[in-house]
């Protein structure tokens, strides 16, 4: 058989999904690995997404999506990104109309997307560490090179510019950021936002930002990135990906979308019929559905996640296990280095194997992870506080 290429043969195992298959197939497990939403799906998308198929509306839809759907995600964005836009001193909505929107198969889907646009061969992307597995993954696949830059548990696992500063090289294209943050919890405010944006303007870097978990912020604002892009073509820089699979539970869907700078819409769709030509239709309806119709969905699953929050949060105090308090996403960031021996990854497993419980390890989301584990906060209030209270309490 020939030899597969080398940069697919070197992508890294997710070891979120190792850990996770293994609890799969423990019986009882209480899965605290994956981040799934486990609530139902409310009738009325479901019904939507029905409706699509009854009327055998089963054909390609235009390369960036329905013109409902487009328009749709523009304004929830133009709704949570911030009202101004601040590069532009402008006193106006941020300037972000449906024909920037496209329409993809869900975060992941947007995020190869992006970066086959944007990345050539031995370019370097700068990634968080600790950040999602994929920013690297897809990297690689690629043919470009993940470099990480540092987030520290002393600095509240927040970037700092000087940090990322020395890392840019004559090779560097790509700046990504996530906030809310998977795994950590964290949240980047305006301030640095702001001054992310003038690093990469600085340096003529491309920004990716992931946005998946914009819905879930607790006591403090989501702040994109775009809020502090320029408007003008040649010179905005910023690319946002966004997903309905957290903020509505459609991880099945496959759903998103990402918001590109103004002036790239040919290329864009160029792209997409290369990689896609374009999502189901049936799924379209039902994001459209999500998105204009009755919200409740989203205001009970911000409730449950932050409920559970500190659910577990009052667990690790009592155990003295030391954490970083989520301000957004569904995840919390807790350090097990008392009984991890350095080599998290394996204390996962034995952890599953002697407890039945599964978490992350830190280090499927880069070296800094080492000694940490990520605890999903999606599911069952129950299971979560049972299975967070079987961890080995800290002296």
Not at 49 to 62: F, I, K, Q, S
Not at 101 to 109: I, P
Not at 126 to 141: C, D
Not at 251 to 280: D, F, H, K, W, Y
Request: glycine share 8%; charged share 20%.
């Amino acid at each position: 058989m020939p030899e597969l290429a080398a940069h697919a043969r070197d992508v890294p195992v997710n070891q979120i999904r190792e850990i996770t298959e293994a609890a799969w197939h423990t019986p009882g497990a209480i899965i605290l690995s994956i981040g799934e939403p486990g609530f139902a799906l409310p009738r009325h998308i479901l019904e939507a997404g029905m409706a699509c198929l009854d009327r055998d509306e089963t054909n390609y839809t235009p390369n960036a999506g329905i013109p409902a759907l487009r328009e749709a995600f523009a304004a929830r964005f133009r709704e949570r990104a911030g009202t101004t836009n601040s590069a532009n001193h402008s006193t106006d909505d941020t300037n972000i109309g449906a024909e920037r929107v496209y329409v993809v198969d869900g975060a992941q889907q947007g995020l190869h997307f992006a970066m086959s646009l944007l990345l050539s061969p031995g370019d370097e992307v700068l990634i968080p560490n600790p950040g999602y597995p994929t920013f690297a993954m897809t990297s690689q696949l690629l043919n470009a090179v993940p470099v990480g830059y540092p987030l520290y548990p002393d600095q509240a696992f927040q970037p700092r510019i000087r940090d990322i500063e020395s890392l840019i090289t004559d090779r560097t294209r790509v700046l990504i950021l996530n906030s809310p943050s998977n795994p950590l919890g964290a949240v980047l405010g305006e301030d640095l936002n702001r001054q992310l944006v003038d690093l990469a303007r600085k340096h003529d870097l491309w920004i990716i930002s992931d946005e998946c978990y914009e819905a879930f912020t607790y006591d403090v604002p989501h702040v994109s990135p775009a809020r502090f892009d320029s408007d003008v073509p040649g010179e905005a820089r910023v690319f946002t990906s966004l997903t309905l699979s957290k903020t509505y539970g459609l991880t099945g869907l496959r759903i998103g979308a990402l918001i590109c700078p103004p002036g790239l819409e040919q290329t864009m769709n160029n792209v997409m019929e290369a990689i896609v030509s374009c999502v189901a239709s049936p799924s379209q309806y039902a994001a459209l559905a999500a998105l204009t119709g009755p919200q409740d969905y989203v205001r009970h699953a911000h409730a449950h996640y932050r409920a559970n929050r500190d659910a577990a949060s009052a667990v690790l105090d009592a155990k003295n296990i030391p954490y970083l308090t989520a301000q957004g996403a569904f995840y919390l960031w807790a350090d097990v280095s008392h009984v991890s021996d350095g080599d998290v990854r394996s204390w996962t497993r034995r952890f599953l194997a002697d407890s039945g419980v599964a978490l992350a390890p830190g280090t499927a989301f880069g070296s800094i992870g080492e000694g940490w584990v990520r605890i999903a906060l999606c599911g069952a209030r129950d299971d979560l506080v049972e299975g967070v209270g079987r961890l080995p309490e800290r002296a």
